[in-house]
């Protein structure tokens, strides 16, 4: 049994590569510029990105790739291949207001335009194998991928953590998505070899050596998303910003929400509302299970990462309240199953997937009763990734 961080190889898909060929006889290698950027998945430190907290991303083998050539034409002719849609975007980009793929790409652009950029005519091809709307950030993918290439093309020399902050500020003022800057960081800034460390409040970061050998990380994607998810990610980041207002009045020393510590929280929780009491809780508590679990990673403790998921699931099912029936039972039924050490929901919450911590030898038993059993409950198969990492966002 191997350790569950793979390295792959890096190849553009076979079926971009046809769609290349067809749209201009050119092979891939043609064209001038190939970039593959990544999903991720996220051990531990949900949702607490916003608040300033640690959080424990990878960037992993599924990915979205582009291929890009300069156009004479002042336009963005963009291919999304896996939805078989093209579309042309007049340069300069004006302001627009979807959130549709070509406003992720969009938004991108717009945020180099700010910088003073005259952005190049170019077509651009895309697509991958990275599911959309599971939890593995098929948008930061998006967004990242292009900020890159950009930042290539233009010669703007930007680092990868002012590209991920480039990236979120598209997401938060172009798309009105409210989002913190995990997903885009981990897809750009991600290794091979381990997930990293990453203070959101500093954008300090380092790797995090995995020392459970003889585990694997198992995704389990629910098949659902709940249309609530959106309204209601917005409405956390609020209860947030009011927790952290109120602490500031008494403790005003303290600078992000994550930052507080419980007996802060229980000082101030009269000035709180339950609801926001109980978000609070959470947020800090969530940032303590963060430092604990790179202790329990590296010193490759599944018995205290296993626990240290269950209580992050707990807490962003009852106190947070981001979870579903489907990710609740995926969750209970995993952890009561041999060989299982914990798991939890992973991403935003509200469908998406489990993130499970599972001994390499039970993988296939794990799946096979979780798929059996999901059936029988949901009518709904659920579908299955054993975690291979790859390396953040890169030319290929
Ligand atoms: C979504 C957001 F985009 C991230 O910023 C993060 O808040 C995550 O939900 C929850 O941890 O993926």
Not at 179 to 185: L, T, V
Request: one cysteine or more; hydrophobic letters at 40%.
């Amino acid at each position: 049994c191997s350790t569950r961080w793979t390295k792959v190889k890096v190849e553009l898909p076979p079926h971009l590569r046809t769609y290349l060929k067809n749209l201009t006889g050119e092979q891939a290698d043609r064209w001038t510029h190939l970039v593959r950027s990544p999903g991720r998945i996220n051990l531990i430190g949900e949702h607490i990105d916003y608040t300033g907290g640690l959080v424990m991303p990878a960037s992993i083998d599924k990915a979205i790739y582009f291929a890009a050539r300069p156009l004479d034409t002042p336009e963005w002719r963009l291919h999304a291949v896996d939805l078989d849609q093209t579309t042309v975007l007049p340069l300069p980009i004006a302001g627009r207001t979807g959130r549709q793929w070509v406003d992720y790409l969009a938004g991108i652009g717009v945020q180099f335009q700010d910088q003073g950029q005259f952005l190049p005519g170019l077509e651009i091809v895309f697509g991958g194998d990275l599911p959309n709307g599971a939890g593995v950030s098929s948008s930061a993918a998006l967004e990242g991928g292009m900020a890159f290439l950009l930042n290539i093309l233009l010669g703007t020399q930007l680092s990868r953590p002012e590209l991920a902050q480039l990236c979120k500020r598209s997401s938060n003022t172009f798309l009105q998505i409210p989002s913190g800057i995990m997903d885009q960081f981990a897809s750009l800034n991600g290794l091979a070899t381990g997930p990293i460390v990453l203070n959101c409040a500093t954008l300090a970061f380092e790797p995090v050596k995995n020392g459970l050998n003889t585990y694997s990380f198992l995704l389990v994607n629910s098949m659902v998303t709940h249309d609530n998810s959106d309204g209601a990610y917005a409405r956390r980041v609020t209860e947030c910003e009011q927790a952290l207002e109120a602490v500031r009045n008494t403790y005003p020393s303290v600078t992000h929400l994550s930052a507080a510590t419980l007996g802060q929280l229980d000082a101030i929780k009269e000035s709180l509302s339950k609801v926001a009491f109980e978000r609070a809780r959470y947020v800090v508590a969530e940032n303590d299970r963060v430092r604990a679990a790179v202790t329990a990673l590296e010193a490759g403790s599944a018995v205290e990462f296993g626990r240290l998921l269950n209580a992050s699931h707990v807490g962003l099912r009852d106190e947070y309240e981001v979870s579903c029936p489907e990710l609740d039972f995926l969750q209970s039924q995993a952890i009561a199953l041999s060989g299982v050490a914990g798991a939890r929901m992973m991403g935003g919450g509200f469908g998406g997937c489990t993130l499970n911590l599972v001994y390499s030898d039970r993988l296939e038993d794990v799946q096979a009763v979780l798929e059996q059993r999901y059936r029988e409950k949901f009518h709904l198969d659920c579908t299955f990734y054993p975690v291979r990492l790859a390396a953040g966002t890169s030319l290929i």
